[in-house]
């Protein structure tokens, strides 16, 4: 089940609760404003949702609330920077700046980041160099998580390592957004929650059982989410782990060599300016035909019609400017958790 509320209320919600927290007020718009932009493209698992495991970090003192990055390497198109745990989002924002501005100048730029907190969704961060006529990558790992067993292996090890690109479309920006594990931990959070079980074995137990139990996770001997592939073809999801761990932990030359044991985020984010290749017009001119024709193929299913990936993001954005912003009743119910310990009123559903 799910209610509707308004998005100025939400963000302002998120906001408050998040600087009622000690965070200073441009970290706390910032990371509210993408919290509810992810809403709004229907990702509810890394919007206002993720509020509820920020706080207590917060309160740790395991985000850090003051200061800046620290640029550790600055080659004008290489990049690397130490994200001081600092909010993934406010990190985030001014790094896609700096590459934007970077690939503006010299047709492209990247950028490895060591030690940031939590970066939220993804497509949320490559739509808003797509938008602007970007080609985005960004990949994620956290190096103090293990998750994920490698192919063959059942001890959890690697976590699941998202990774996305966002381009510029005819209608709107292409978001590919997916993981090297077959769930994220996030969807296994929320089955957990709400004490369901997954419709497929995406789940291993901790001997080495693919199972539909997501509380394996919490179980000994500890068990771990599937790669790509599952049981049957998990190596294709290894692979595209190891990938995403090096990108973002090689490169930035800090990963599970420090065995760090606090919740972050290491990144390698990427952009490309299609002007600076085969011209804007023309990218945008194959990426549309491309699209279309994909569109048009023959469905399976005629009631399940081919879609790009991006389709259900801008149709959820449009509704939820008609409509307001759906939320499930398992974030909401975490979320009034958190405005009643914090004192605060939470908003009617519309």
Not at 25 to 50: F, R
Not at 141 to 151: F, L, R
Not at 269 to 287: N, R
């Amino acid at each position: 089940m799910t209610q509707t509320y308004d998005r100025t209320a939400l963000f302002t919600l998120a906001r408050n609760l998040l600087a009622g927290a000690g965070l200073p007020p441009e970290k706390a718009e910032t990371v509210a404003e993408l919290l509810i932009q992810t809403d709004e493209i229907g990702v509810t698992t890394h919007g206002i949702s993720m509020v509820s495991y920020y706080l207590p970090e917060l309160a740790k003192d395991l985000m850090t609330k003051e200061g800046e990055h620290e640029v550790l390497a600055d080659n004008r198109v290489t990049l690397l920077w130490d994200g001081n745990y600092l909010p993934g989002h406010w990190v985030m924002t001014r790094a896609l700046e700096t590459c934007m501005a970077r690939a503006a100048e010299y047709g492209m730029a990247a950028m490895a980041i060591r030690r940031s907190h939590h970066i939220g969704c993804l497509s949320a961060l490559t739509r808003i160099a797509a938008e602007k006529g970007y080609v985005c990558y960004i990949a994620t790992s956290d190096p103090s998580g293990q998750w994920v067993a490698p192919y063959g292996g059942c001890e959890p090890l690697l976590t699941p390592n998202p990774w996305a690109v966002g381009y510029p479309g005819k209608d709107h920006p292409v978001l590919i957004d997916t993981c090297a594990s077959i769930t994220t931990l996030s969807k296994v959070r929320e089955h957990i929650n709400s004490g369901t079980e997954f419709a497929h074995p995406w789940m291993l137990d901790g001997e080495g059982h693919a199972t539909t139990d997501p509380t394996v996770i919490n179980q000994q001997p500890k068990g771990s989410i599937l790669p790509v592939g599952g049981a049957d073809h998990g190596h294709k999801g290894f692979a595209m782990g190891l990938m995403v761990e090096m990108l973002t932990q090689a490169l930035a030359g800090h990963g599970r060599v420090e065995a760090p044991t606090r919740w972050g985020a290491n990144v390698f984010l990427q952009v490309m300016d299609p002007a600076a290749f085969g011209g804007h017009e023309a990218f945008v001119a194959q990426v549309a035909h491309l699209n279309e024709a994909c569109r048009a193929s023959r469905p399976i299913d005629p009631a399940r019609p081919v879609r790009i990936p991006g389709d259900r993001a801008a149709s959820a954005a449009e509704r939820a400017r008609r409509e307001g912003i759906a939320l499930p009743d398992e974030v909401l119910t975490r979320i009034r958790a958190c405005a009643a310990e914090a004192g605060l009123a939470f908003p009617e559903p519309l």
